[in-house]
């Protein structure tokens, strides 16, 4: 059984399959498929060798190796359904983070034509006015689902400039503690303005399942 690094490991993921351990799932049928949607891999058997198995596949068909770290990612989530809601869009921003410069800028385009997507989410973030009274709360509250969607936005959301081309109203952008640009050209006006001349500049036209890496790591 492929290893894999404790670093990629996560503890929803190691309860998931201490959970299937105890309700007794014996059996898992997973397939990678490619940006065509045509199955690259079949994995079945024991789920936890099935997962072992089939992550280096994905990581190959998914992996974007970058020389260098980012001053600017473009980003899209990948048009509808990928950026329905913010829970669902988000995971473009999370996979742009590991590539970009400390304070660097994302520009994140995201419909989100359904809104947050999650009421725990959206109820949870309402009461904070910034994403650094999220990370403090987060350290001590009990995990619900949901309210780690805004942990993940802070969290990325204090490592660089986020500027948001979204159709998700004002005020509900502002709950969100989403910085809401107007238009794709107002938010690259934004970021160009202080972009250094030796900049180094990504465009991710379906973030959320591509994983930009380092070449060095």
């Not at 709950?175 to 991710?204: F, N, Q, Y």
Request: charged share 20%; hydrophobic share 45%.
């Amino acid at each position: 059984m492929p290893k894999l690094k404790t670093a990629e490991l996560n503890s929803v993921y190691l309860d998931c399959e201490e959970i299937g351990k105890i309700i007794g799932v014996h059996c898992a049928l997973n397939s990678v498929i490619d940006e065509h949607k045509q199955i690259v891999g079949v994995f079945a058997g024991d789920p936890i060798a099935v997962m072992r198995a089939g992550t280096p596949l994905a990581l190959d068909v998914y992996r974007v190796n970058v020389a260098a770290r980012l001053n600017l990612m473009i980003v899209s989530a990948g048009g509808h359904p990928k950026d329905i809601n913010v829970y669902q869009a988000q995971k473009a921003v999370g996979h742009s983070i590991p590539v970009m410069k400390h304070g660097g800028t994302i520009v994140w385009v995201a419909a989100c034509p359904e809104g947050a997507g999650s009421k725990m989410y959206e109820e949870y973030v309402a009461q904070f006015s910034s994403h650094e009274a999220v990370i403090e709360h987060f350290k001590s509250a009990p995990f619900q689902l949901g309210k780690h969607k805004a942990w993940q936005i802070a969290r990325d959301a204090t490592q660089v400039r986020l500027l948001m081309v979204t159709d998700l109203s004002p005020d509900l952008a502002r709950k969100l503690l989403l910085p809401r640009v107007e238009s794709l050209d107002a938010a690259l006006a934004v970021a160009l303005r202080d972009l250094p001349r030796d900049a180094c500049v990504g465009i991710m036209p379906v973030g959320n399942v591509t994983v930009p890496m380092l070449r060095d790591t």
